[in-house]
C-alpha cells in the first residue's frame, strides 16, 4: 500500500471561504448586529478587523483577543444553541459544490477528514456534522467551572503558523504521521501550513495566494 492510501493519511480543510463560501465569522457578527446582541459600533470594528485581517495587515491575536473578550460571563451552551440556529439558516446553504466532491474521493481512499479553522469550536463541532469529518482542529475558548466563558482563547491561536503548531499537537496526541497530508485553503495566511504538508490545495484562492500557488507550482481548484 503506497503512504498516499493508509488509513492514517490525513486530509485538512479550512472553512472559511474553502468547505463554505461565506467568511462565517463576518456573517456571524452581522447576524449578532441582527439580533440585538452586539452593537454597530462593534459590528463595525469586527468586521473593519476581518477585512484587515484578510489582507494580513494586523496582528491577528491581538484582535481576536479583544473580540473574544466580549463573549466573557456567556454560558457555553448559549453560545452552542446561537451558533446552532446561525449554522442552519446562513452556513449549511453556502457548502461549496466542489467540498462535498473533494471531501468524498478522500473519504473513499480512507484518509482522515480533519477541519483546521481559525472559527470557534462551536461552529467546528457543527461543521464536522455537516459534512461528516473526524474531527476539528480550531480556537478553544477556555470556561471556568459553571461553564461561562473566560473571555479568552487559548495560545497559540489557530491561525498562520499557529494552524501548523495546532496540527502538529493533534498528530502527535493521536499517534498520526503528517507525512502525505494535504491541505486544502483560500487564504494566503494560511502559508505556512500550506508549506508544511506534502500536498498544498489552493481552493478559489486569494489574489495573493494565487500568484504563490503559480510561483510554486500548487494546483489550483475551484469548488464554486
Ligand atoms: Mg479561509
Given at each position: 500500500?503506497?503512504?498516499?492510501?493508509?488509513?492514517?493519511?490525513?486530509?485538512?480543510?479550512?472553512?472559511?471561504?474553502?468547505?463554505?463560501?461565506?467568511?462565517?465569522?463576518?456573517?456571524?457578527?452581522?447576524?449578532?448586529?441582527?439580533?440585538?446582541?452586539?452593537?454597530?459600533?462593534?459590528?463595525?470594528?469586527?468586521?473593519?478587523?476581518?477585512?484587515?485581517?484578510?489582507?494580513?495587515?494586523?496582528?491577528?491575536?491581538?484582535?481576536?483577543?479583544?473580540?473574544?473578550?466580549?463573549?466573557?460571563?456567556?454560558?457555553?451552551?448559549?453560545?452552542?444553541?446561537?451558533?446552532?440556529?446561525?449554522?442552519?439558516?446562513?452556513?449549511?446553504?453556502?457548502?461549496?459544490?466542489?467540498?462535498?466532491?473533494?471531501?468524498?474521493?478522500?473519504?473513499?481512499?480512507?484518509?482522515?477528514?480533519?477541519?483546521?479553522?481559525?472559527?470557534?469550536?462551536?461552529?467546528?463541532?457543527?461543521?464536522?456534522?455537516?459534512?461528516?469529518?473526524?474531527?476539528?482542529?480550531?480556537?478553544?475558548?477556555?470556561?471556568?467551572?459553571?461553564?461561562?466563558?473566560?473571555?479568552?482563547?487559548?495560545?497559540?491561536?489557530?491561525?498562520g503558523p499557529g494552524?501548523v503548531?495546532?496540527?502538529?499537537?493533534?498528530?502527535?496526541?493521536?499517534?498520526?504521521?503528517?507525512?502525505?497530508?494535504?491541505?486544502?485553503?483560500?487564504?494566503?495566511?494560511?502559508?505556512p501550513?500550506?508549506?508544511?504538508?506534502?500536498?498544498?490545495?489552493?481552493?478559489?484562492?486569494?489574489?495573493?495566494?494565487?500568484?504563490?500557488?503559480?510561483?510554486?507550482?500548487?494546483?489550483?481548484?475551484?469548488?464554486?
Amino acid at each position: 500500500m503506497s503512504k498516499n492510501s493508509t488509513p492514517e493519511t490525513v486530509a485538512f480543510f479550512d472553512l472559511d471561504r474553502t468547505l463554505i463560501s461565506i467568511n462565517s465569522g463576518f456573517d456571524y457578527a452581522m447576524y449578532e448586529l441582527k439580533q440585538g446582541r452586539i452593537s454597530w459600533l462593534q459590528f463595525l470594528r469586527a468586521t473593519g478587523w476581518m477585512s484587515l485581517y484578510h489582507l494580513s495587515l494586523i496582528d491577528m491575536p491581538r484582535v481576536f483577543g479583544e473580540a473574544v473578550r466580549h463573549y466573557r460571563g456567556i454560558h457555553v451552551d448559549e453560545l452552542r444553541e446561537i451558533t446552532a440556529d446561525f449554522f442552519e439558516k446562513h452556513v449549511t446553504p453556502t457548502i461549496q459544490p466542489g467540498a462535498r466532491r473533494t471531501l468524498e474521493e478522500h473519504r473513499e481512499k480512507g484518509h482522515q477528514l480533519v477541519l483546521l479553522t481559525a472559527s470557534s469550536p462551536y461552529m467546528s463541532e457543527l461543521a464536522v456534522d455537516a459534512l461528516d469529518l473526524d474531527d476539528w482542529i480550531a480556537n478553544r475558548f477556555p470556561t471556568d467551572e459553571r461553564g461561562l466563558l473566560r473571555g479568552c482563547f487559548e495560545r497559540p491561536m489557530c491561525y498562520g503558523p499557529g494552524k501548523v503548531h495546532r496540527a502538529r499537537y493533534w498528530a502527535r496526541r493521536r499517534g498520526v504521521d503528517l507525512e502525505g497530508a494535504y491541505f486544502y485553503t483560500d487564504s494566503y495566511t494560511d502559508l505556512p501550513m500550506l508549506k508544511r504538508v506534502d500536498h498544498p490545495r489552493v481552493v478559489n484562492p486569494d489574489p495573493r495566494l494565487r500568484r504563490e500557488a503559480l510561483r510554486q507550482g500548487w494546483p489550483i481548484e475551484d469548488w464554486s
